[in-house]
């Protein structure tokens, strides 16, 4: 008896240790479990919330005409504007990154090295399948673009062995290689990470006999190349939109979809649009009067431009859109009104300014350069660039004292009167204000006096630009892919 029982308590204690084991690792796991859970609980950090911890909302694209340039003057165009007021409205400063291909912006997107994708690609591009696109902020078509010196198609079914450029996997690829599925003579030529100004290139020496881009893309630069032109639309109302990281996490795109909506709302989405917006200015013949007066007159010029430029610190680039813009650098022009020379210098003004000969080239474009200068150096600090440019630009055609009446009607009103989208809204109700007393203030005059300005500062950017120049050739020897 006493032996079976030291046995068994033998047996009892050899289990103990086991047991012991079990209990640990047991409470080991439910701790573990208890732990994931806290942490699993504990609100995470949103998309939203990074950018105001940040102080920063990144912003990427592909520095251009149609989204925006780095200037002396600081950064301009339609994206930095739009972007620069959605950081205002979040409190952070604008962080803008140049990434230099479609492909590197959308490899910054996904991998979550910037908060917002400025792509220029179409909403529905395959390539944009995988990400989130906010409410598009401009339509554009999809064009074929031929020489002009070719005849025109009535439609896409009457183009013969034609050889079609066009950028690899983009929406425009699509939609060709779907409408020439059954066509053995058309040739459609794909071109990897391709800039517009590659392709326009092509096609301007013959070395395709179409390209396909959006309307947008085309427009922008269709000052360089007065031998090409719209062919036919592929297809219209396509749209550009931002581009944002897609994840559960919806906060930041949130707010980006709601920042759009007021802005549509308001009318300061599509001024903005409008603005930077072509127009007609640079229709086929304006194109080859351009480009001959670049040829032919600016050389002669140029340096008066430069020099008096680098004397405020501005681009000269600049001071030749505003000269083009009065005179189109004719040394001797006289307007209806009285104003002559190149710079269309006022009689006060030029007196005020020390120009004894108004049509004296040299004398024109210094007391022009100078009375930009001053206007600009007048504006209060608070308005910044691009705002600053435009502001003076419009007071130069119409005087500052309007300027700075719509100012202070602006502010009156509670809107933002360092903004040039405000401003100009508020010209125009000065306009209407003076109409009712049967005054009339040139204000349609000095707003398209601006935006044709800026056309051409655009224009000029490009021209003399070494820079597009090398990426032209770099493009040149990109990789093709025939179908």
């Known amino acids: 008896m006493?032996?079976?029982?030291?046995?068994?308590?033998?047996?009892?204690?050899?289990?103990?240790?086991?047991?012991?084991?079990?209990?640990?690792?047991?409470?080991?796991?439910?701790?573990?479990?208890m732990l994931l859970g806290f942490f699993q609980l504990q609100p995470q950090t949103t998309a939203l919330q990074q950018v105001h911890e940040r102080g920063e909302l990144v912003v990427t694209g592909i520095s251009g005409p149609t989204t925006f340039y780095q200037t002396t003057a600081g950064s301009r165009g339609l994206q930095y504007e739009l972007a620069r007021l959605f950081a205002e409205e979040l409190g952070v400063k604008l962080v803008l990154r140049d990434a230099g291909t479609t492909e590197a912006v959308l490899d910054g997107i996904r991998s979550n090295n910037t908060d917002i994708a400025i792509t220029g690609l179409s909403s529905d591009d395959q390539r944009l399948s995988r990400l989130r696109t906010a409410t598009p902020y401009m339509e554009v078509s999809e064009q074929l673009i031929?020489?002009?010196?070719?005849?025109?198609?009535?439609?896409?079914?009457?183009?013969?062995?034609?050889?079609?450029?066009?950028?690899?996997?983009?929406?425009?690829?699509r939609r060709l290689k779907t409408l020439a599925r059954w066509r053995s003579d058309l040739q459609i030529i794909e071109f990897?990470?391709?800039?517009?100004?590659?392709?326009?290139?092509?096609?301007?020496?013959?070395?395709?006999?179409?390209?396909?881009?959006?309307?947008?893309?085309?427009?922008?630069?269709?000052?360089?190349?007065?031998?090409?032109?719209?062919?036919?639309?592929?297809?219209?109302?396509?749209?550009?939109?931002?581009?944002?990281?897609?994840?559960?996490?919806?906060?930041?795109?949130?707010?980006?979809?709601?920042?759009?909506?007021?802005?549509?709302?308001?009318?300061?989405?599509?001024?903005?649009?409008?603005?930077?917006?072509?127009?007609d200015t640079f229709d086929s013949d304006s194109v080859h009067s351009f480009q001959r007066d670049i040829a032919q007159k600016l050389p002669r010029y140029q340096a008066l431009f430069e020099k008096?430029?680098?004397?405020?610190?501005?681009?000269?680039?600049?001071?030749?859109?505003?000269?083009?813009?009065e005179s189109k650098w004719q040394p001797v022009s006289t307007s209806p009104t009285g104003v002559q020379g190149m710079m269309m210098l006022t009689n006060d003004t030029a007196s005020?300014?020390?120009?004894?000969?108004?049509n004296n080239?040299?004398?024109?474009?210094?007391?022009?350069?100078?009375?930009?200068?001053?206007?600009?150096?007048?504006?209060p600090d608070t308005v910044q660039e691009p705002d600053r440019t435009w502001m003076a630009?419009?007071?130069?055609?119409?005087?500052?004292?309007?300027?700075?009446?719509?100012?202070?009607?602006?502010?009156?009103?509670?809107?933002?009167?360092?903004?040039?989208?405000?401003?100009?809204?508020?010209?125009?109700?000065l306009a209407q204000q003076a109409r009712t007393h049967g005054r009339t203030i040139p204000v349609g005059q000095a707003l398209a006096y601006v935006q044709q300005v800026r056309r051409y500062y655009d224009a000029l950017l490009l021209a003399t630009s070494a820079s597009n120049e090398q990426r032209v050739a770099m493009n040149s020897s990109s990789s093709a892919t025939a179908h």
Do not use: C
């Not at 009375?371 to 504006?379: F, G, K």
């Not at 119409?398 to 009103?413: C, E, N, Q, S, Y």
């Open 192 to 279: 990897d990470n391709a800039d517009p100004l590659a392709l326009m290139e092509r096609v301007d020496n013959g070395e395709l006999d179409y390209i396909a881009l959006n309307s947008n893309e085309f427009d922008a630069r269709r000052t360089l190349f007065p031998n090409i032109g719209v062919a036919l639309n592929l297809q219209d109302n396509s749209e550009l939109a931002w581009a944002l990281l897609k994840t559960r996490d919806q906060s930041l795109f949130g707010a980006a979809q709601a920042f759009l909506a007021r802005k549509q709302s308001d009318g300061t989405l599509n001024r903005l649009v409008a603005f930077y917006s072509q127009g």
């Open 361 to 379: 080239v040299p004398q024109s474009i210094r007391g022009g350069a100078a009375y930009y200068q001053m206007i600009l150096d007048n504006l």
């Open 146 to 173: 031929q020489r002009l010196d070719r005849p025109l198609p009535a439609s896409f079914d009457g183009l013969e062995s034609a050889r079609i450029g066009v950028i690899a996997s983009s929406t425009e690829a």
């Open 308 to 325: 008096n430029a680098v004397k405020h610190g501005m681009d000269w680039r600049l001071l030749a859109a505003i000269a083009y813009q």
């Open 2 to 33: 006493s032996g079976g029982f030291n046995a068994l308590k033998a047996r009892l204690q050899r289990a103990q240790p086991k047991r012991l084991q079990a209990r640990i690792i047991f409470r080991g796991a439910l701790l573990s479990l």
């Open 352 to 358: 005020f300014m020390g120009v004894a000969d108004r």
């Open 393 to 429: 630009l419009a007071a130069y055609n119409m005087g500052p004292t309007h300027i700075d009446r719509a100012r202070a009607l602006a502010f009156k009103a509670g809107d933002d009167g360092n903004k040039w989208p405000v401003v100009s809204r508020h010209l125009r109700t």
